[in-house]
């Protein structure tokens, strides 16, 4: 069993950064694949980033690339993202995720088997 808790979201001006915090319990964590999503209001949960178990891997959605950074601490059960250059639609609440059940890091929210609730992320224009 794995639990996990977004943090770090806020209210911010474009062109501004915020780091989020994906701080997870269970001791085997460290095997598993991380992602991160959002979903902005009235649309679908969508693939913004992800990091294979030893963080050697790591893939992200063309909309991010060159802007979000994800990477993870394992001695501290931690996954980030840190998000610069934000823009207004990158507005949604974001969640991570743990896939529990396959070596190969999964695109898709379907692959993800646990989940944390979310944090909020709004930027202004």
């Known amino acids: 069993q794995v639990q996990l808790v977004e943090s770090g979201g806020g209210l911010v001006q474009a062109g501004d950064s915020l780091r989020l915090s994906c701080a997870a319990s269970?001791?085997?964590?460290?095997?598993?694949?991380i992602g991160w999503f959002r979903q902005a209001p009235g649309q679908e949960r969508e693939f913004v980033a992800a990091?294979?178990?030893?963080?050697?891997?790591?893939y992200y959605t063309n909309s991010v690339k060159g802007r979000f950074t994800i990477s993870r601490d394992n001695a501290k059960n931690t996954v980030y993202l840190q998000m610069d250059s934000l823009k207004p639609e990158d507005t949604a609440v974001y969640y991570c995720?743990?896939?529990?059940?396959?070596?190969?890091?999964?695109?898709?929210?379907?692959?993800?088997?646990?989940w944390g609730r979310g944090t909020q992320v709004t930027v202004s224009s």
């Open positions: 995720a743990a896939d529990s059940r396959s070596v190969r890091v999964g695109l898709t929210r379907y692959e993800y088997d646990y």
């Open positions: 269970g001791r085997t964590f460290n095997s598993y694949a």
């Open positions: 990091i294979s178990w030893t963080g050697a891997n790591t």
